[in-house]
């Protein structure tokens, strides 16, 4: 049975057959030969792009050049040399993300990265808050964090892969892929709730802590990026963000 769309096409071809016919009854001669069918257009091979050539990376134990070189192409940020002015940039990398991946300090790792100036309180509508000077201490930093192209990151991270999978199996952790820690760190940082307003505190045993329970008993390196101030933990984040979509693509 015909569908409605080909008994159509079947009623337009006839029409055109039978007024043809008579087109060619009433010349009165025989029809002129089709004319000869058009060359076909000349085949261009297209050749595909070259395939780029493979990195070769260097020997985990002389890397830091190398990744010193690499890293630089995914921020323009004038103090990004001092980020990764460390000895096993890979190897410094893959242990405080795994601290951090565990819900541990990484403070010991990074001590080369601590600010000169000292923590300070101050008081703020008759409570002890973080002094929001402090803070200051670390917008250069988050602004070198923000500066990462987050595509080229990722990118840039699944070249490396096999230098830290190397590393990552010497810590305690070999076969594994160190790309399930990085994720969970990403994680740690990411889900940090945000106070609003000043971050109150309290004189603890040894070191100022959080007034709000709720924050006190977060992680370490939670803890850690909140005395960071809600500016900078907000651009971090939005950041993280940015690179776990990139590492999603």
Known sequence: VKTPAEV?????LAIIVIAASIWLVIRGGEPDPPPPPPPPPPVVEVEPPPEPDPIVLPSLAASDGFLRAMI????????????????????????????IANGESPRALL????????????????????????????????????????????????????LFDEAYGEIGYPGERFRNALDDALGVLGSTPLPEGYVEVRRGNVLWEFSDPELENLSPPQKHLLRMGPANVRLIQSKIREIQAAFSH
């Open 111 to 162: 001590l080369y990265l601590e600010p000169e100036e000292r923590f300070a309180v101050a008081e703020r509508e008759g409570k002890v808050v973080i002094d929001p000077a402090t803070f200051e201490r670390y917008t250069w930093i988050t602004g070198v964090f923000s500066s990462l192209d987050a595509t080229g990151t990722a990118e840039l991270y699944s070249d490396l892969e096999p």
């Open 8 to 12: 159509a096409s079947a009623s337009v």
């Open 72 to 99: 630089e192409g995914v921020s323009a940020h004038p103090r990004l040399g001092d980020v990764i002015a460390v000895d096993g940039i890979a190897r410094a990398f893959v242990s405080a993300v795994v601290a």
